[in-house]
């Protein structure tokens, strides 16, 4: 029965439960893991963007800077002609260096070529321009007979033989002139131009950097929470099988075998199982437990009520109200038909009176053996007037006994009688068995009621 019972069982394993409800939260942890780092990663990415747009800006200034400070340096040489602006000059060019730190950062940012064109343009502009400021301070040293020794780069420039030969105020003219006039102020526009374009360009790629990485970090902060949610839904989904699982079915069987009742098939593959298990015991309990019982209150030999149920029925039949019979019956002369025909043969006649009086009797009266061949019987709501009831029965059944149609040795019943209508006294049983003495008197195999 309990192997069948185990093929029934249909339900939802906890065991296989965790493990799916554990590997969809190890999927979702690893994806929101992956989450994370990549909205990192885009944060990152847009952070640099940034940066990147800030240094550049940076060196656009730097560039813009540094031609600014040449140009500054060299007009003013060229109106006052002081050799400290000549210092300056060279010393931006060949010790400070602001035009070449550009130069060569440039290659470390993510900018496409035609935008860092646009700066190396302008430095390519700045250095040309480089040529005619040189040009302009040769020829103030030469107006003013300046040793240019220290400085190689203007040492080195020849003045063409029409500006050699103009006179040193001449020279200084042509040379305020060469930085000062429109072709000059024009190459200056263009370096200016080519660094706002160089801007425009590094603040449009900027924002189109960000605006990716805003878009993808959205994106990914979105599926962040979409996987946050059914993490959330899970977590309830977890809490409603536990509750529908677990905590339910264990509330239920708690209530069961408070009420010693048997278990509800309900829950888990586990419970179910337990409870389909503990149900066998149970069963196999409770019919163990009719058996003891029906071993305690019956007699083994002829299967009616044994003296120490009876004696529990004297005792509660004490306060019953109704008028009731109480019988005590005799075997006659059992004892020679244990000694004429065996014990086994007395033993069968035992229990065929037992049977004649369950049969006899209705299912609301009590027979019993109380002794070795001695029994008796509870006839219940019987009054006087009924008598001729109870006698017709006992003659039947010594009729049959008399008569035995199964090889049976002939036997009889005396039986004793006392009515009752005040529960069952000790004077009860005296009246019964004074009746019953009388009968036996009288030549057995009989009934009589006590008369008082």
Not at 344 to 370: M, N, Q, W
Request: net charge negative; glycine share 4%; aromatic share 8%.
């Amino acid at each position: 029965m309990g192997t069948d019972r185990k093929i029934q069982i249909r339900g939802i394993k906890i065991r296989t439960l965790n493990v799916v409800m554990i590997s969809i939260s190890c999927i979702l942890y690893v994806l929101l893991l992956w989450a994370t780092v990549h909205a990192l990663q885009k944060y990152d990415i847009m952070v640099s963007a940034t940066e990147h747009a800030n240094a550049c800006q940076k060196n656009a200034a730097l560039v813009s800077e540094g031609s600014d400070y040449l140009t500054e340096q060299v007009r003013l040489f060229t109106v006052t002609m002081d050799k400290q602006y000549l210092m300056n000059y060279f010393k931006e060019i060949y010790s400070t260096k602001r035009r070449d730190t550009v130069l060569d950062q440039l290659g470390d940012y993510d900018i496409s070529s035609k935008t860092s064109d646009y700066l190396r343009t302008a430095l390519n502009e700045s250095n040309e321009l480089m040529q005619t400021e040189m040009y302009s301070m040769k020829l103030i040293a030469a107006a003013n007979h300046y040793s240019m020794t220290n400085y190689s780069d203007v040492e080195q420039i020849d003045l063409t033989t029409e500006d050699a030969a103009l006179s040193p105020k001449q020279m200084i003219e042509k040379a305020q002139d060469l930085v000062f006039g429109s072709d000059y102020q024009n190459a200056k526009k263009s370096i200016s131009r080519n660094i706002t374009n160089f801007l425009d360009a590094i603040l449009i790629d900027s924002r189109q950097k960000q605006q990716a990485s805003t878009l993808n970090l959205k994106r990914t902060m979105r599926n962040q929470q979409i996987l946050i949610s059914i993490l959330f839904i899970e977590n309830i989904l977890i809490f409603i099988l536990i509750i529908r699982l677990i905590i339910k079915p264990l509330q239920i069987y708690i209530n069961n075998i408070k009420h010693e009742k048997r278990l509800e098939i309900t829950g888990s593959y586990e419970f179910k199982y337990l409870a389909l298990t503990y149900n066998n015991i149970f069963e196999l309990n409770a019919a163990n437990e009719l058996i003891l019982r029906h071993q305690a209150e019956h007699d083994p030999l002829t299967g009616i009520m044994n003296r120490g149920a009876f004696e529990q029925l004297k005792t509660a039949f004490k306060t019953y109200t109704d008028p009731f019979a109480f019988l005590i019956i005799d075997v006659d002369k059992f004892k020679l038909v244990n000694d004429g025909y065996g014990h086994e043969t007395g033993d069968d006649v035992l229990k065929k009176v037992a049977k004649l009086l369950e049969k006899s009797f209705r299912s609301t009266d009590y027979p019993a053996r109380i002794g070795g061949d001695e029994f008796a019987v509870i006839v219940t709501n019987i009054t006087p007037d009924m008598k001729t009831v109870i006698l017709n029965k006992i003659n039947a059944i010594n009729e049959t006994l008399m008569n035995p149609d199964d090889d049976l040795p002939q036997v009889s019943l005396s039986v004793g009688a006392a009515l009752s209508e005040c529960g069952f006294t000790d004077d009860l049983y005296k009246k019964a068995d004074t009746a019953l003495y009388e009968v036996k008197e009288h030549g057995r195999c009989g009934c009589r009621f006590f008369e008082s």
